[in-house]
C-alpha cells in the first residue's frame, strides 16, 4: 500500500474527483497541504490578496459552469472566518465550494493556541458538513463524503479543517482505486408528473417560475423543451434568469419587488396557476405572499424535501432533482401533445407578449451626469449574447437585471441571496479561471468595487482578462434609497474632494488610479455618446494587454430605481417608455 502524507493523500482525492484549480492564500498552519500541492503539480493555484475573496473566487468559478466544484484554501484563524461570508453566499444560493483550512496541532486545540479558532463549529450552520479531521486516516473518507455531500440532493458548501500534525501525518491510502462516491438525487415519479400535469391543464393562465436549482441540474434545455411542448409562458428567478433566453416568445419576464420587469410582475399577477420548478419563493421575488398567492394554484418542485411547504403550503408537491423531473414533464407532455390532448393556450400567451412589448421602462437618456438606465441600454448594444454578467448587490445589480439580457444559462453570476458587497471582483475573476474563453463582464456599484478591489491584482498577475463596469454615483445608492423611507440621507454618501483628483469633482475615489496601480487598465466616463466607445476601447485594451479592464462610468449623484413592497405596487420614479426610442434595446419594442 502506497504510504504518504494525509496532506498528499487529499490532493490526491481532489484530483480523482476531478479538481484543476483552487483558491486560496498559504500560512503557517496549512502549509503542509501547500507541499503536498505543490509536489502534485496539477492542480493551478490563484493566489487571492484577501482570504474571503478566495471563497468567492471558489464561487464564481463553481457557477460558471455545471460539475465545477471550486475550492478554497486558507490558513488557521482569521482565514476561516474570513471565508464564512463565501460559505455563506454558496450555501444560500445552493452552490457547492469546498473550503479547506489549518489548525493548530490536535493536542493544542482546548489550549487557546494561536489561531485556533473553532472554525467547523462556526461554519456549521453555512454548509452541508463542517468538520475537523482529528485522526489522519479518516482524511480520505472524509474528502470523499465531502464531494459525495456537495453534489448531492440541494448543492451545498463544505468546510474540511485539518490541525498541522493530521496533515503532517503518514497513513495508507491508494489513490489508483479511489473511487468517488455515488451522487444521490431524489427523482420524481411519473405518477407525480401525470398528477401536477392535470393540474395545468385545468389551469386558463398557467405559468412556470423557473429557479436556479434548474441551471444547478444543467437543465434548461428540457425546461424550454417543456414550456415549448405546453405552450406556457416561463418567469424566470433571479437565480434561474438565463435557463431560457430573455428572446424566447415564451420569457414571460422575472417578478419580484425589484430584480424584475413591469410585464413579469403584471402576467404573475394576471396567472391563476404556478408551476414552481427548483425555486425557493424567495421573499424578494414574491413580496407579500397574500398578493402573490391570491386566486392561484401552485404546484413546487424542490429537490430538498423540507422545502416544499417552508414558505407557504403549495396545492401540490415533488421532491425532484429538476433534470429528472424535467425529463419526465417533457415525456408525459409530448404523449398528451401526440394524443392531442394539452389545452389551446395562444390566446393567453399572447397576452403575455403583449405586455413584454408594451410594458417597458425607459432607458434612453441624454442627460450628464449619466443617468443609470443609459449605461444598461449601451451594454446591451455593446456585449452579445455569449457575455457572462457578474455582479451582486446594489441600485446598480437591481438595474441590471431590469435593463440587461441573458440568453443562456450560467450567462447571469449572481449572488442572488446573500448578496454581500465586494464579492463582483472576485467571482468574475473565478468566473474567468472557469472558463477562459468567456466575455465576461462584471458589474458593480462604487461601494461594492471598493469592498475588493485589491483582486484586480490577480486578475494582472494571472492573466484572467475581463471587463468591471463601475457605476459610480458616490452613493450607497441602495441604502440611500432606502432611507427614503427614514426620511434620511445618512451615512451613506461616498463622495468628498479627493486632494489628489480635483477633476472628479467631489466624487472621491479615483478608481482608474487604483485599477492602474493594481496592474490594471480602466478608462472613466462622463457623458452619455462616450459609453460606447469606452466599451470598445476596453475589449481592445484587455485583448491586448490580458488584465482586467475597468471601465467606470459617473452617474448622477440620486436616480431611484422601481421597486416596491409588493408585487402590485412597485413604485416608478423615472417616466415610462412611450415609444420605441425610449428603449431602444428592449426585447420586444414599442410602436
Ligand atoms: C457586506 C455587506 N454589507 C452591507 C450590505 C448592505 N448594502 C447593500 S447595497 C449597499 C450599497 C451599495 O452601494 P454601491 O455598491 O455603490 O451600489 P449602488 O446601490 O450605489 O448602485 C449596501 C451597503 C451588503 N449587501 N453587504
Ligand atoms: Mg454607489
Known amino acids: 500500500m502506497p504510504r504518504m502524507t494525509a496532506a498528499d493523500a487529499a490532493v490526491a482525492i481532489l484530483d480523482r474527483e476531478g479538481i484543476t484549480h483552487a483558491f486560496g492564500l498559504p500560512g503557517a498552519a496549512i502549509n503542509p497541504f501547500y507541499a503536498a500541492l505543490r509536489s502534485h503539480g496539477g492542480i493551478t493555484h490563484v493566489l487571492a490578496r484577501h482570504v474571503e475573496a478566495a471563497s468567492h473566487m471558489a464561487e464564481g468559478y463553481t457557477r460558471v459552469r455545471a460539475g465545477n466544484i471550486g475550492v478554497c484554501i486558507g490558513t488557521s484563524g482569521p482565514a476561516g472566518t474570513d471565508m464564512i461570508t463565501g460559505l455563506y453566499s454558496a450555501s444560500a444560493d445552493s452552490i457547492p465550494i469546498l473550503c479547506i483550512t489549518g489548525q493548530a496541532p490536535v493536542a493544542r486545540l482546548h489550549k487557546e493556541d494561536f489561531q485556533a479558532v473553532d472554525i467547523a463549529a462556526v461554519a456549521a450552520p453555512l454548509t452541508k458538513m463542517a468538520t475537523t479531521v482529528l485522526e489522519p486516516a479518516q482524511v480520505p473518507g472524509v474528502f470523499a463524503q465531502a464531494f459525495h455531500l456537495m453534489r448531492s440532493g440541494r448543492p451545498g458548501p463544505v468546510l474540511i479543517d485539518m490541525p498541522f500534525d493530521v496533515q503532517l501525518a503518514e497513513i495508507d491510502f491508494d489513490p489508483g482505486t479511489y473511487e468517488p462516491l455515488p451522487v444521490y438525487k431524489p427523482a420524481a415519479t411519473r405518477a407525480q408528473i401525470d398528477k401536477a400535469l392535470a393540474m395545468l391543464d385545468r389551469a386558463e393562465r398557467p405559468v412556470i417560475v423557473a429557479g436556479g436549482g434548474i441551471i444547478n441540474a444543467d437543465a434548461a434545455d428540457l425546461l424550454v423543451a417543456f414550456a415549448e411542448l405546453v405552450n406556457v409562458p416561463v418567469i424566470p428567478t433571479l437565480m434561474g434568469w438565463g435557463c431560457l433566453p430573455d428572446n424566447h416568445p415564451l420569457m414571460a419576464g422575472m417578478a419580484g419587488l425589484q430584480t424584475a420587469h413591469r410585464y413579469g410582475n403584471a402576467t404573475l399577477l394576471e396567472s391563476d396557476f404556478v408551476l414552481g420548478i427548483g425555486n425557493r419563493w424567495a421573499n424578494r421575488h414574491t413580496g407579500g405572499l397574500e398578493t ?39 415525456q408525459a407532455a409530448g404523449e398528451r401533445s401526440r394524443a392531442g390532448r394539452l389545452p389551446d393556450r395562444d390566446i393567453w400567451v399572447k397576452e403575455c407578449q403583449e405586455r413584454k412589448r408594451t410594458m417597458l421602462r425607459r432607458t434612453h437618456f441624454d442627460d450628464v451626469p449619466i443617468k443609470p438606465q443609459r449605461v444598461y441600454e449601451e451594454m446591451n448594444r455593446a456585449f452579445g449574447p455569449e457575455t457572462r454578467y457578474v455582479s451582486t448587490i446594489g441600485l446598480s445589480q437591481i438595474a441590471a437585471a431590469q435593463f440587461l439580457h441573458t440568453y443562456r444559462p450560467r450567462h447571469w453570476i449572481n449572488a442572488g441571496q446573500a448578496g454581500p458587497l ?24 462604487d461601494y461594492d468595487f471598493q469592498f475588493m478591489i485589491e483582486e484586480l491584482a490577480v486578475g494582472a498577475q494571472f492573466g484572467l482578462p475581463y471587463i468591471h463596469v463601475v457605476v459610480n454615483n458616490a452613493y450607497l445608492g441602495l441604502i440611500r434609497q432606502s432611507q427614503r423611507g427614514f426620511d434620511m440621507d445618512y451615512c451613506v454618501q461616498l463622495s468628498f ?48 494587454f490580458r488584465v482586467p479592464v475597468v471601465v467606470e462610468v459617473i452617474l448622477e449623484r440620486v436616480t431611484n430605481i422601481s421597486m416596491g413592497t409588493e408585487l402590485d405596487n412597485v413604485v416608478e420614479f423615472e417616466e415610462l417608455a412611450a415609444r420605441k426610442e425610449d428603449a431602444p434595446t428592449a426585447i420586444a419594442l414599442l410602436d
Not at 398567492?293 to 424542490?302: A, C, M, P
Not at 493594481?518 to 491586448?544: N, Q, S, Y
Request: aromatic share 8%; charged share 20%.
Open 422 to 445: 465586494g464579492w463582483t471582483v472576485p467571482a468574475a475573476i473565478g468566473v474567468c479561471a472557469g472558463d477562459p474563453d468567456a466575455t465576461v463582464v462584471a458589474l458593480s456599484g
Open 292 to 330: 402573490y398567492r391570491k386566486g392561484r394554484t401552485f404546484v413546487h418542485v424542490d429537490i430538498q424535501p423540507t422545502q416544499i411547504g417552508r414558505v407557504f403550503p403549495p396545492d401540490y408537491g415533488i421532491v425532484s432533482d429538476a433534470r429528472a423531473a424535467l425529463g419526465l414533464f417533457v
Open 497 to 544: 474632494d479627493n486632494v489628489n483628483a480635483p477633476e472628479l469633482g467631489g466624487y472621491g475615489v479615483d478608481h482608474v488610479k487604483v485599477a492602474e496601480g493594481l496592474g490594471c487598465k480602466a478608462i472613466r466616463v462622463f457623458k452619455p455618446a462616450d459609453i460606447a466607445p469606452a466599451f470598445e476601447r476596453a475589449k481592445e485594451l484587455m485583448a491586448e
